[in-house]
């Protein structure tokens, strides 16, 4: 059982945190749940729900973090993780770590080594690019969407401009004629290895690192990466090939010097504020599993 039992809030304390997160939350559920009863897609307000495992209603469900104690809640609202004493209703951070430590511990030292790293900001979101390399329209993954470019333009601008991905997740959807352009070959095994903070891929994955951390991390902070990735999957589809002007997405055409500044403008900016949000997750982690117990 979880030793600390320090701070403890007050029903009038935590009851408004938990309704501010589901609100915050269901801004963001209500319109991609309304497309998903009506079979209308979007390739990205849709995006964080259908490539990320972690369910709508998993997102909105509130978790105070380790080392808080919950006055007058009921255990029945937060499941077999927490336990109760007379103090107050807390999260049995031992049982947590116990059936996760392993991927406790993978992900700890990946956002450890991605910090400890300097931020690269060359890739100018050729990523994209090389998912649709000498594809057709038809077989590209969002082909309800044109191009900009022709094929043969596109596969021109990747070409001219080389691909140097480091991210593993990103990669793996390159097509096959676009992998021996990149740069580096990424793989799962290496990930800890290449992984570099100016990635807006990586960045873009602190909201799967939180949820899986989930019920470890606060909630709001999950939010708070949910909410860092929303605005990098809008940048990293405004800068691919796809046209997306008709959703309200204008292009980052960084297939000119012009958009390609743009881009690593945006890109830094990102990385700045992901700084934040990995040193807070590593902290709030470290809290949850202190060194002597990992």
């Known amino acids: 059982m979880t030793a600390a039992l320090a701070p403890a809030l007050d029903l009038a304390d935590w009851q408004p945190r938990r309704h501010a997160h589901e609100a915050r939350v269901d801004a963001w ?6 497309r998903r009863r009506t079979g209308v897609k979007h390739p990205v307000e849709d ?18 973090g380790a080392g808080v104690v919950l006055r007058d809640a009921d255990p029945a609202g937060f499941g077999p993780d927490y336990t109760a004493a007379a103090a107050g209703l807390t999260l049995d951070t031992d049982r947590v770590r116990a059936r996760r430590a392993e991927s406790i511990a993978w992900i700890r030292t990946l ?4 910090a400890g790293r300097p931020a690269q900001f060359g890739c100018f979101g050729m990523h994209e690019w090389a998912m649709v390399y000498r594809q057709t329209q038809e077989q590209v993954r969002h082909n309800a969407w044109p191009l900009r470019l022709s094929p043969a333009a596109t596969a021109a601008v990747v070409e001219e401009r080389g691909v140097r991905c ?12 676009a992998r021996p352009l990149n740069v580096l070959q990424p793989t799962r095994e290496g990930q800890h290895a290449l992984e570099q903070p100016g990635c807006l891929h990586a960045n873009m994955d602190l ?18 990466c949910f909410a860092l990735a929303r605005e990098i999957r809008a940048l990293d589809m405004r800068a691919s090939p796809y046209d997306l002007a008709d959703l309200g997405y204008p292009p980052v055409r960084v297939e000119t010097p012009e958009g390609r500044a743009e881009y690593a403008a945006a890109q830094r900016g990102f990385a700045e504020r992901a700084a934040g949000l990995r040193a807070r997750l590593l902290a709030a982690l470290d809290r949850a599993v202190p060194a002597d117990r990992r």
Not at 29 to 34: E, R, Y
């Open 29 to 34: 559920l209500t319109p991609h749940l309304a």
């Open 47 to 64: 995006f964080l729900f259908t490539y990320y495992s972690h369910r709508p209603a998993q997102l909105r469900r509130w978790h105070p």
């Open 111 to 114: 956002l450890a080594a991605t």
């Open 166 to 177: 480091s991210h593993f997740d990103a990669f793996r959807f390159f097509t096959a004629p």
């Open 207 to 224: 909201y799967k690192w939180a949820y899986k951390l989930s019920p470890l991390v606060p909630s709001e902070l999950v939010a708070d």
